[in-house]
């Protein structure tokens, strides 16, 4: 999908502070890091706890998993194009910014930031799923399972504290550990798959029950969930080695090859188990793994999904600081969201802003976990996806934007796969739900007063400054 007119443009000087920085600098982040963070950001708890809120859609998943992967590599195109153009700090909300302005640009870094956190906590959720499996007797009740959740969420914390470089090891290194487990049993469940669960029903529009268009958006809603972490390799580009070559190759690659395990994976572990039986389950895969090899291979499973989920969960942490870092150093944010010391290696972490996001992602945790595991992950997952597909479907349309107004030159392909990106995310807003819809408004409505309350406080301490 290149062609001549998509070669990389003249920097702009009009890019502000996300421009990227000198060649020389030393940056912490290279191909296999960037790559890891966008495979283990997908890989995550999405492919653990994913099957089990699938189940009451049964075959109907299928369709959801088509219309997500297709439109999460549209997604992961424009985001390459994007970056390519543009190697700056901040991902879909400094593309939002460069395009449509200041006020859009907060937006979209606000709602990218409650995904953000608000998918931590849906992580830290199913972490406690994995280790329920491992140990059942020492989390038989929903207070150990939230105190277990709130755990790993502040010992992801703690590592991007110390610093993107030893956020980036952590990453290379779960990500190894988790994908070849998985291509394993997706493989050797496959012959013992029951074909007719993974076929959705054929259910005509208006028979009376759910169509195959209400049960596609249902379901990709969900399972969109899945390929959150594609456009992850673009928010610390100003970390990144060479970003204009490498995140757009790491943004495409990360993508699909995540994409592939993860539908192989879930796919078998949905056509192996009984869907009532997935839908009791908190840990499908040990589950799954139990069925095939026995008792032991479901404790090998159980921790090859504690590591995968711990891994995503280091993934989304290390982002969900870098999107207010980033706003802040443009202005948007308060200033204190930024790093506060200048080191020379480019890994000055943003301890305040993964403190607050980590606080916040807390709170999510401590106020669903009235509920069942699974109904906790699901809450968090749709909040979390509405939240980041506003900033899809914006990226997609700043794509289209920039070419109309003559910065930036996007071939004719690019410009169909980003017309093809929007009308995607547009469906998938929609199917997330009505409930998912009223908490995401709110949070919004929220980060609108706040940003209201913030110019006005500028302009009345302009009109009083002196001459």
């Given at each position: 999908m290149s062609d001549a007119s998509d070669a990389p443009d003249a920097p702009d000087a009009r890019?502000?502070?996300g421009s990227p920085r000198s060649p020389r600098s030393p940056r912490p982040l290279g191909l296999w890091s960037a790559s890891a963070l966008v495979i283990?950001?997908?890989?995550g708890s999405g492919i653990f706890l994913l099957p089990a809120a699938l189940a009451p859609y049964g075959g109907g998943s299928t369709l959801g998993w088509v219309w997500s992967f297709a439109g999460a590599m549209l997604l992961a195109v424009v985001f390459a194009r994007l970056a390519a153009r543009f190697p700056r700090a901040g991902g879909p909300y400094a593309y939002t910014r460069l395009a449509f302005g200041g006020t859009t640009g907060f937006l979209m870094a606000w709602s990218y930031w409650i995904s953000c956190w608000a998918g931590s906590a849906a992580i830290a959720v199913a972490v406690a799923g994995s280790l329920h499996a491992l140990v059942p007797a020492w989390l038989d009740q929903p207070w150990q399972l939230a105190a277990c959740a709130l755990a790993a969420l502040w010992l992801a914390t703690a590592v991007n504290l110390v610093g993107l470089r030893a956020a980036?090891?952590?990453?290379?290194?779960?990500?190894?550990?988790?994908?070849?487990?998985?291509?394993v049993i997706?493989?050797?469940?496959?012959?013992?798959?029951?074909?007719?669960r993974l076929v959705p029903a054929a259910v005509p529009f208006g028979a009376g029950g759910p169509s195959w268009w209400s049960v596609a958006a249902a379901t990709a809603a969900l399972t969109l969930w899945a390929f959150q972490g594609l456009e992850c390799a673009t928010i610390p580009a100003d970390q990144v080695t060479d970003a204009q070559r490498l995140v757009p190759r790491a943004t495409l690659v990360g993508t699909a090859v995540a994409g592939l395990v993860t539908i192989l994976a879930c796919s078998a572990v949905m056509g192996l188990l009984p869907a009532a039986d997935l839908a009791r389950s908190s840990a499908p895969f040990p589950d799954a793994a139990r069925v095939l090899w026995g008792a032991w291979a479901e404790r090998v499973f159980a921790t090859v999904a504690v590591i995968s989920c711990l891994g995503a969960l280091n993934g989304w942490v290390l982002v969900q600081g870098q999107i207010p870092a980033a706003a802040a150093r443009d202005g948007l944010f308060p200033r204190f969201f930024a790093p506060t010391d200048a080191r020379t290696d480019g890994a000055a972490p943003p301890r305040l802003a993964l403190v607050i996001s980590s606080v916040l992602a807390t709170i999510l945790v401590v106020a669903n976990y009235t509920g069942s595991l699974v109904a906790v992950f699901t809450a968090s997952i749709l909040l979390a996806t509405a939240a980041a597909l506003l900033p899809y479907l914006m990226s997609a349309a700043a794509t289209?934007?920039?070419?109309?107004?003559?910065?930036?030159?996007?071939?004719?392909?690019?410009?169909?796969?980003?017309?093809?990106?929007?009308?995607?995310?547009?469906?998938?807003l929609w199917g997330t739900g009505a409930q998912a819809l009223r908490w995401f408004a709110g949070l919004m409505l929220a980060g609108m007063a706040i940003h209201a309350a913030r110019w006005i406080a500028r302009r009345l301490g302009r009109r009083q400054t002196p001459g």
């Amino acid at each position: 999908m290149s062609d001549a007119s998509d070669a990389p443009d003249a920097p702009d000087a009009r890019d502000g502070p996300g421009s990227p920085r000198s060649p020389r600098s030393p940056r912490p982040l290279g191909l296999w890091s960037a790559s890891a963070l966008v495979i283990g950001n997908i890989i995550g708890s999405g492919i653990f706890l994913l099957p089990a809120a699938l189940a009451p859609y049964g075959g109907g998943s299928t369709l959801g998993w088509v219309w997500s992967f297709a439109g999460a590599m549209l997604l992961a195109v424009v985001f390459a194009r994007l970056a390519a153009r543009f190697p700056r700090a901040g991902g879909p909300y400094a593309y939002t910014r460069l395009a449509f302005g200041g006020t859009t640009g907060f937006l979209m870094a606000w709602s990218y930031w409650i995904s953000c956190w608000a998918g931590s906590a849906a992580i830290a959720v199913a972490v406690a799923g994995s280790l329920h499996a491992l140990v059942p007797a020492w989390l038989d009740q929903p207070w150990q399972l939230a105190a277990c959740a709130l755990a790993a969420l502040w010992l992801a914390t703690a590592v991007n504290l110390v610093g993107l470089r030893a956020a980036g090891s952590a990453q290379v290194t779960t990500v190894v550990l988790k994908v070849l487990p998985l291509l394993v049993i997706g493989l050797a469940a496959l012959p013992h798959v029951d074909p007719s669960r993974l076929v959705p029903a054929a259910v005509p529009f208006g028979a009376g029950g759910p169509s195959w268009w209400s049960v596609a958006a249902a379901t990709a809603a969900l399972t969109l969930w899945a390929f959150q972490g594609l456009e992850c390799a673009t928010i610390p580009a100003d970390q990144v080695t060479d970003a204009q070559r490498l995140v757009p190759r790491a943004t495409l690659v990360g993508t699909a090859v995540a994409g592939l395990v993860t539908i192989l994976a879930c796919s078998a572990v949905m056509g192996l188990l009984p869907a009532a039986d997935l839908a009791r389950s908190s840990a499908p895969f040990p589950d799954a793994a139990r069925v095939l090899w026995g008792a032991w291979a479901e404790r090998v499973f159980a921790t090859v999904a504690v590591i995968s989920c711990l891994g995503a969960l280091n993934g989304w942490v290390l982002v969900q600081g870098q999107i207010p870092a980033a706003a802040a150093r443009d202005g948007l944010f308060p200033r204190f969201f930024a790093p506060t010391d200048a080191r020379t290696d480019g890994a000055a972490p943003p301890r305040l802003a993964l403190v607050i996001s980590s606080v916040l992602a807390t709170i999510l945790v401590v106020a669903n976990y009235t509920g069942s595991l699974v109904a906790v992950f699901t809450a968090s997952i749709l909040l979390a996806t509405a939240a980041a597909l506003l900033p899809y479907l914006m990226s997609a349309a700043a794509t289209l934007w920039l070419r109309a107004a003559g910065r930036a030159r996007f071939s004719a392909a690019t410009l169909a796969v980003a017309l093809g990106a929007l009308l995607f995310s547009l469906w998938a807003l929609w199917g997330t739900g009505a409930q998912a819809l009223r908490w995401f408004a709110g949070l919004m409505l929220a980060g609108m007063a706040i940003h209201a309350a913030r110019w006005i406080a500028r302009r009345l301490g302009r009109r009083q400054t002196p001459g």
